[in-house]
């Protein structure tokens, strides 16, 4: 079956510190992995999109890294602001078509 | 929220009315999207369109349809509605299904069902 998990489920930290986030993932075949950030009250945003062949990908303080090999991916969010407070998810596309699958997603609470 | 709207914003309505939540897009993007949200869960495809009057069933489509008569709006309607169908709603748009396309979400509904 195919399968998104993402851990910790929440995480709570220092305004300005670093985290990071995983995601497992036991799909097949794979197309690409997405991570997606949804504000409270809003639909989820695209951070980055991410092939078999690409390993790591930035997006301002987001960097995003794969491994196809271990079916593994994480989120690191650098000098984190109040403003990442939101859930993160990650997403595996199946087949360049409509199959996405969603992880639950992980909860970051970034305080002051 | 790239030119998606959703409406209602939010709902509540009865045990076994009739419900429509409508998506409206500005992007003449072809493919449309009903996903849905609950707690402990992923987002799960409802139904999906590849085009006027083109739609297909997703994961979780039983209980509900779909309708798109226009490029821009697409319909989603429980016909009967029930408790476990409380749920936040959202329309997603893509230009294509093919390599590197992007989904765009609108800003959901939250529907609760009494």
């Known amino acids: 079956k195919n399968q998104v998990e993402q851990s910790p489920q929440s995480l709570i930290i220092l305004e300005g510190k670093n985290c990071t986030l995983q995601?497992?993932?036991?799909?097949?075949?794979?197309?690409?992995l997405r991570w997606y950030k949804q504000d409270t009250g809003r639909g989820p945003v695209s951070l980055t999109i991410?092939?078999?062949?690409?390993n790591t990908k930035s997006n301002g303080r987001y960097t995003a890294t794969l491994d196809a090999d271990t079916k593994q991916s994480s989120l690191h969010i650098t000098a984190s602001q109040l403003s990442d407070s939101a859930s993160y998810i990650c997403?595996?596309?199946?087949?360049?078509?409509?199959?996405?699958?969603f992880g639950k997603g992980t909860t970051l609470s970034v305080s002051s | 929220d790239a030119g998606i709207t959703q409406s209602p914003r939010h709902k509540v309505t009865e045990t076994g009315t009739p419900v429509t939540l409508r998506c409206h897009q500005t992007?003449?993007?072809?493919?449309m999207y009903w996903y849905r949200q609950d707690p402990g869960h992923g987002l799960r495809l409802i139904h999906y369109?590849?085009?006027?009057?083109?739609?297909d069933k997703g994961e979780v489509s039983d209980g509900y349809s779909v309708s798109r008569s226009k490029t821009e709006d697409f319909l989603l309607t429980l016909e009967s509605a029930t408790s476990s169908q409380t749920s936040v709603y959202f329309c997603?748009?893509?230009?294509?299904?093919?390599?590197?396309?992007?989904?765009?979400f609108g800003p959901g509904t939250r529907l609760t069902v009494t």
């Open positions: 992007e003449n993007h072809r493919y």
């Open positions: 997603a748009i893509s230009e294509s299904t093919s390599g590197f396309y992007e989904q765009y």
């Open positions: 995601c497992n993932y036991t799909v097949s075949p794979f197309s690409n």
């Open positions: 997403v595996v596309s199946s087949q360049a078509g409509t199959a996405l699958i």
């Open positions: 991410m092939t078999f062949s690409e």
């Open positions: 369109s590849y085009g006027v009057k083109d739609t």
